[in-house]
């Protein structure tokens, strides 16, 4: 049996924006490189003005271009970055119910017992002088709550930018800017700010020695021990 859907009809702006969007991805517009002005790409596609900025409006929504005013658009890398970045607001809808945020909380447990077990096996010198550099200074900040959640964050970032992976440090930031309240919120309980150090301290010393297991439980620990705090703060009964 043939299986239809109707054909929607395309607007102006769409072929446009598909016919540019096709150039940058075939390379033939290289990142950095200007597009012709407006009026020239009125010309070039036939079609009104209002067409080219919409198509230039999408593009840039979907990362391809930026815009300023008064300048001709430039075509730009698109990032992974810029990618997760496009989650926020949907991130943020999501995570104000209990239950997704509990999930996203779980979900950020299996992902950093992950980059730590791969910091612990590829961690260059380099690497460790940083995570090292961002330990001292979250050792530094203890009794300062918000200082300490700066610190805490670079201290886990560190971590993430062993991996050398774009997508895995961008998934990382994108998912401490979601959770940037559970940080805050965790620290109000008794002791949690001691406790959140003396797990980064085993968490580095396991990286060092380069044991995986060790690193990879140390985080697991530190996590679960972060989310009981923040669900404690929350609701005390």
Request: aromatic share 6%; with cysteine; glycine share 6%.
């Amino acid at each position: 049996m043939l299986r239809t859907e109707p054909i929607r009809k395309r607007r102006l702006y769409e072929r446009v924006a598909e016919q540019i969007e096709g150039s940058i991805l075939a390379g033939d517009l290289a990142p950095g490189e200007l597009l012709p002005a407006e009026r020239d790409l009125c010309d070039s596609f036939g079609v009104s003005r209002t067409a080219i900025r919409e198509a230039l409006f999408a593009l840039q929504q979907n990362g391809l271009i930026e815009l300023e005013n008064g300048k001709r658009a430039r075509v730009v890398e698109p990032s992974a970055a810029r990618l997760i970045d496009e989650l926020g607001g949907s991130a943020r809808y999501v995570l104000s119910r209990p239950e997704s945020l509990r999930q996203l909380q779980e979900a950020r447990m299996l992902f950093e017992s992950f980059l730590a077990r791969n910091a612990a096996r590829n961690v260059t010198p380099e690497g460790l002088s940083r995570i090292s550099g961002a330990l001292a200074r979250n050792r530094e900040a203890i009794g300062d709550r918000e200082a300490f959640v700066q610190t805490n964050i670079e201290f886990h970032l560190e971590i993430a930018r062993v991996s050398g992976n774009m997508f895995l440090e961008s998934l990382h930031e994108a998912v401490q800017t979601w959770l940037a309240e559970h940080r805050r919120t965790a620290i109000r309980d008794p002791g949690a700010t001691e406790r959140a150090y003396q797990r980064h301290e085993q968490i580095f010393a396991a990286i060092e020695a380069g044991d995986a297991d060790a690193a990879e439980e140390a985080m697991r620990v530190h996590l679960e021990e972060s989310t009981a705090a923040y669900w404690h703060v929350r609701d005390p009964s």
